[in-house]
Every structure is written in C-alpha cells, then in structure tokens.
C-alpha cells in the first residue's frame, strides 16, 4: 500500500428523499467519529460552496422573473437543471471534497451523484446514462467508499418536513414515488456501496445500523 493510499480519507453520502432524516444521522455521525478522534467534513448539495449557495438559490426556489407578483419564476428546462447540478458537483469536489480526502478526513455529504440519477433520471425523465456520464465527468469519476440510502414511503417522509415544500419536494406524489424507486434501484446496483437504511424506525435504530456499519467501512482498503 502507498503512502496516498494509507492517506486517503473516507467518503461517506446520505441519500433519500426529502424528509427522511438525513441531516439529524448526518450530525450524529459527525460527533461520533469527532469523539473517536477523526476529522470530519460536513458538507452537502446542492449548496456546498459559494457558488453551489448561489445554484441552490436557483434550483430549489426557481429564477426570479420582473413581474409585479415577487414569487413568480422562470421554469428551469431538464437538461439546465442537470447542467446546473453538475456544476454545483464539480465546485464541491473541487473546493471541499477532494482536499478534505487527501488529508485523510472523512468526508460525510449530504446528497450526492446519486441524487442527480434519482430526482432528475426517475423523476425528470432523463436518461440515467446522461446524468451518470455528466457527473462523472464533473467529479473526474469520484464515487463514494459508503453511500447509506435511508428509506421511506414518501407520502410518511413529507409529514416529517414541518416546513413549506421547496420546488424540488412540490413536484407531485408521482414524481416522488418514482424518485423513490429509483434510488431502491441505485442501490440494487451497486450493493457494495450502498447500504439500505429503514428510516421508519427510531433515530436511535437508525443512528446504530449507521455506526455499525461505518465501523466496518472505515476498517475496509480504500483505493487512492
């Protein structure tokens, strides 16, 4: 093993449609690896950056449009939505992840490449290939060591939000459920990265099948 490989932090994601707790076993894992003396990079998409702050803006609220009505927006057509993700991913893995990793951190991302081929190849009726092709392009191939796909019917996660939908998480009972299915797919795929997590069951449950596994992945030969 080289030193870069010895060196190479872990790169761990958080997928799932809105309202499944993503961000609550996010912060936990953070404060667990923290007390077991790792440095932790918490980040997310999109937003992970300046400029991803600013994409995000556009992606989850729409373009402001001069109109007399301040909550009126321009429709984002499919393929700039997707150019748009790609860019807020190739920034992020630019300024954040990929530095993070070559210190030897753990990197823990809330959102990822994997949610671009949910949201916008089940959802938006893209082709999985293109998203995929554009993705990779814009990280230089980087996948994630550790993807955990918390699971839930959706029509249960939306009643967890306590907040109004954003434009992504208004787009319909269909639209999520297709989402849904598409990330279960994603998972089937690639089983040796992701792990499938039922987020129906109590913080704690959720929190410990996490740890668990992380215990494993973080034992496990990375490649550089």
């Given at each position: ?21 993503k ?24 937003g992970?950056?300046?400029l991803?702050k ?38 992020h ?24 081929l ?21 990280t230089?191939?980087?996948?994630p060591?550790r ?23 208004a ?32 913080v ?21």
């Amino acid at each position: 093993m080289t030193d870069s490989e010895h060196m190479r932090g872990v790169f761990i994601t958080f997928e799932g449609v809105d309202g499944v707790g993503k961000t609550t076993q996010v912060e936990r894992l953070r404060d667990w690896l923290e007390s077991s003396g790792h440095e932790v990079v918490v980040t997310r998409e999109p937003g992970g950056t300046p400029l991803g702050k600013a994409i995000r803006g556009l992606l989850l609220h729409g373009v402001p449009v001069d109109s007399a009505d301040s909550s009126d927006s321009a429709d984002i057509a499919p393929r700039a939505e997707a150019l748009l993700f790609a860019a807020d991913r190739a920034q992020h893995v630019a300024e954040v992840i990929h530095p993070a990793l070559e210190r030897g951190a753990v990197v823990i991302s809330d959102r990822y490449i994997d949610s671009s081929l949910a949201y916008q190849a089940g959802g938006r009726e893209l082709t999985a290939e293109e998203i995929r092709s554009l993705s990779m392009w814009a990280t230089n191939g980087l996948l994630p060591d550790r993807t955990f796909l918390l699971d839930m019917d959706p029509a249960l996660s939306h009643r967890r939000l306590g907040r109004a939908e954003d434009r992504m998480e208004a787009a319909g009972d269909d639209f999520q459920h297709r989402t849904r299915r598409a990330f279960l797919d994603l998972a089937d795929a690639e089983p040796d990265r992701f792990r499938v997590i039922d987020a129906s069951g109590t913080v704690d449950a959720v929190e410990l099948a996490i740890r668990t596994d992380i215990e494993r992945a973080l034992a496990e030969p990375r490649n550089p």
